[in-house]
């Protein structure tokens, strides 16, 4: 189970692929589209792609003669969803925090005996 | 207290760091928000997560200290352990962080304590890890218990 998020994570580390993940999010594009911005070759193109493709996060038609290369957007998704979830989970933990720092306000409140006055 | 819900947490996560920061601001003056940090039997209280007991194993919170403590949820066990690198009261804490189900990871967390006005306080925490994927499965894990479901919704997703 962990392979396929480290593979996810692992695909989105390089840079050219993250930049290639960016350009898909607007359109779908051909190998050659994809690869006209940078100064690899094809062959380097593709195993970017082949990358990506393994981590899920692109998909390549079967049927279209140019096999469009498809951002698998569900996967950014998930990851927004993580990051919504982490906020969550902080909020849930500071608010306990508030909480307990009304507690300990009352409680230092419930303490005028050490002054010798009552409230 | 009627607003414990104006206070929001913000966080930040930007791309390409891997870094995590967040900010909070709490309706209680910077000592009492400081206490609730650095004593043992507090941090217990909120810590959570919701619903799930925290047993603090060991706890020096000073500096050149150090600390574990452990979730627990059913017989399941998620134990958290690292170091203060500097407590100075009521302005900064400097810890490491480490989940021990992933030991190779390593956070170095900075927390800046601050008074504000009218007896309100505000902390400001910054979270280095190693790597970018470090901290996208730290957000990903939510450092908790989500860790299974998120990697269970990832196999559906992937396997489609």
């Known amino acids: 189970m962990a392979d396929q998020l480290s593979r996810v994570f692992q695909a989105l580390a390089d840079p050219t692929r993250r930049d290639m993940v960016a350009r898909l999010a607007s359109t779908d594009a051909t190998v050659g589209e994809l690869a006209a911005p940078y100064d690899v070759s094809l062959?380097?193109?593709?195993?970017?792609?082949?990358?990506?493709?393994?981590?899920?996060?692109?998909?390549?038609?079967?049927?279209?003669?140019?096999?469009?290369?498809?951002?698998?957007?569900?996967?950014?998704?998930?990851?927004?969803?993580?990051?919504?979830?982490?906020?969550?989970?902080?909020?849930?933990?500071?608010?306990?925090?508030?909480?307990?720092?009304?507690?300990?306000?009352?409680?230092?409140?419930?303490?005028?005996?050490?002054?010798?006055?009552?409230? | 207290m009627s607003a414990l819900t104006s206070n929001q947490t913000e966080i930040i996560v930007p791309e390409g760091l891997p870094i995590i920061e967040i900010k909070r601001e709490f309706d209680a003056p910077v000592d009492r928000l400081f206490r609730a940090w650095v004593d043992q039997d507090l941090f217990a209280q909120w810590i959570g997560p919701r619903g799930i007991g925290t047993r603090i194993d060991s706890w020096d919170c000073s500096t050149g200290g150090r600390y574990r403590y452990t979730n627990t949820e059913?017989?399941?066990?998620?134990?958290?352990?690292?170091?203060?690198?500097?407590?100075?009261?009521?302005?900064?804490?400097?810890?490491?962080?480490?989940?021990?189900?992933?030991?190779?990871?390593?956070?170095?967390?900075?927390?800046?304590?601050?008074?504000?006005?009218?007896?309100?306080?505000?902390?400001?925490?910054?979270?280095?890890?190693?790597?970018?994927?470090?901290?996208?499965?730290?957000?990903?894990?939510?450092?908790?218990?989500?860790?299974?479901?998120?990697?269970?919704?990832?196999?559906?997703?992937?396997?489609?």
């Open chain 2, 74 to 160: 059913g017989d399941e066990e998620y134990a958290f352990y690292g170091s203060f690198h500097e407590v100075r009261e009521n302005e900064r804490i400097v810890q490491t962080f480490t989940y021990e189900g992933f030991p190779d990871g390593v956070a170095l967390e900075i927390m800046t304590f601050e008074s504000l006005p009218d007896g309100r306080s505000r902390v400001h925490s910054v979270s280095v890890g190693e790597s970018v994927e470090g901290r996208d499965a730290m957000v990903a894990s939510g450092m908790e218990t989500g860790v299974v479901e998120g990697y269970q919704k990832l196999d559906e997703l992937l396997a489609r």
């Open chain 1, 43 to 119: 062959q380097a193109v593709s195993k970017h792609l082949k990358v990506l493709e393994e981590a899920g996060l692109v998909s390549r038609s079967r049927d279209a003669q140019r096999r469009p290369v498809h951002l698998e957007a569900e996967v950014f998704d998930l990851m927004t969803k993580w990051i919504e979830r982490y906020q969550r989970e902080a909020e849930e933990r500071f608010q306990r925090l508030d909480a307990l720092l009304a507690r300990m306000d009352d409680d230092e409140n419930d303490r005028p005996d050490e002054e010798g006055a009552v409230s």
